[in-house]
């Protein structure tokens, strides 16, 4: 797929804008703070009915006004598809339109329109918490697996009401029991589609890296790790635990707990690599993540990257341009400066290529 042309509406500093991409390589500079990071926002916001930078909807929203809109024009092999995105300030949920049609969730744009942001908070994927890991993992699930989404959220919803008991102190087989088995039957089925994902993922992330030719990557291991000790079910494990989980308040096995360890040697690979080398690291994770799409479920997705080659050294920078071209996705890049002819996207042709300048939230195609 690709998303050929998209309306904006009161969105951050952009106004009102109509811009129409290329299917390939889109780059968008200007100097800081003139609004190309609102387009690639905007881009991800049309997708999944959020923002990556921020919780609150209404700071997405121009000052002054009292809602937005979003409109998307998706070509795919099979036809097009018009999306359509309105949130108003202090409204509970968007209003979406697909051809027309209402939408009750976001999770058919999210489908039809996969995108994924390369972005300073991404660079926290290796050094931050086990929750990006998850999430990270979860996106790619999501893509794969048509039912995956529906499965962890019944999960999630089940490990709330597991979670509440336990702070209240409620044990009993007859109360925490039933919740105790939905989380052990959800979260096993929720495991089998995490490791299968995560399968497919390290063997394109290890073809990456060694085509990468990167020495920090030697001795570099990533696992998955499920959340409880695989040698036993996760079932027994909870009804073995329930005193320390009541100390502790909430669930403490299960796919909650999962995680992606990255590790160099015996050490968390966030304590030993170097800033740059975590981002190499990091974006390999993000492009072996949309070759999976690519390849194995023949989907081509969006990526967004925000400024990635601050911190990148020229080599690093020409390679990781390359294998974008060659990941075959519609790819949406930002600089502060013009790319000039020396710069990493210089072999790309100018016909396969649109350029945009930003200047206060107004976009001119060069
Ligand atoms: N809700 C809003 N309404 C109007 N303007 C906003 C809103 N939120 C942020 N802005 C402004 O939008 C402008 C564009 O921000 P954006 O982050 O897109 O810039 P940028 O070009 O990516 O900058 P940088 O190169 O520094 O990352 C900023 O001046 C910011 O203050």
């Known amino acids: 797929m690709a998303l050929e042309e998209l309306h904006i509406h009161h969105f951050r500093n952009i106004a009102s804008q109509r811009l129409v991409f290329s299917p390939g390589l889109n780059i968008v500079f200007g100097v800081n703070g003139s609004g190309k990071t ?56 968007a209003t979406l339109h697909k051809n027309g049609l209402k939408l009750r969730s976001v999770a058919e744009f999210a489908r039809l329109m996969p995108v994924s942001v390369i972005e300073p908070g991404t660079f926290d994927l290796v050094s931050g918490g086990p929750g990006y890991r998850r999430r990270f993992l979860d996106w790619l699930v999501f893509h794969v697996e048509h039912d995956y989404g529906r499965r962890w ?42 490791e299968k994902g995560f399968e497919l993922f390290r063997q394109e992330l290890d073809q990456m890296l060694l085509n990468a030719g990167a020495d920090w990557a030697q001795g570099l291991k990533v696992e998955f790790a499920r959340g409880w000790d695989a040698s036993r079910g996760l079932e027994a494990t909870l009804r073995a635990n329930p005193q320390s989980e009541q100390r502790a308040g909430f669930t403490l096995y299960g796919p909650n707990r999962a995680d992606i360890r990255i590790r160099c040697g015996n050490l968390p690979a966030g304590e030993v690599l170097s800033r740059g080398q975590q981002r190499s690291l990091v974006i390999l994770m993000k492009l072996a993540q949309m070759r999976v799409l690519r390849e194995q479920c023949g989907i081509r997705g969006l990526c967004l990257l925000d400024d990635i080659n601050a911190e990148l050294d020229a080599s690093n920078q020409q390679l990781l341009a390359g294998e974008l071209l060659a990941l075959d996705c519609q790819l949406f890049v930002t600089s502060i400066t013009s790319p000039g002819h020396e710069g990493p996207w210089s072999d790309v042709s100018p016909g396969d290529y649109r350029m945009f300048h930003v200047e206060h939230g107004q976009f001119s195609e060069q």
């Open 38 to 93: 609102s387009l690639l926002e905007a881009i991800y916001y049309l997708s999944t009915g959020r923002s990556f930078r921020t919780a609150k909807h209404n700071r997405v929203v121009q000052e002054g006004n009292d809602r937005l809109t979003l409109f998307g024009r998706v070509v795919e092999t099979s036809g097009q598809h018009r999306l359509g995105i309105e949130r108003v300030i202090g409204g509970q949920e």
């Open 153 to 194: 959220k019944a999960c999630q919803r089940a490990i709330r009401q597991r979670n509440h008991l336990l702070r209240h102190g409620i044990l009993s087989d007859q109360e925490l029991g039933p919740w105790t088995q939905q989380v052990a039957v959800l979260g096993e089925e929720i495991t089998q589609s995490r």
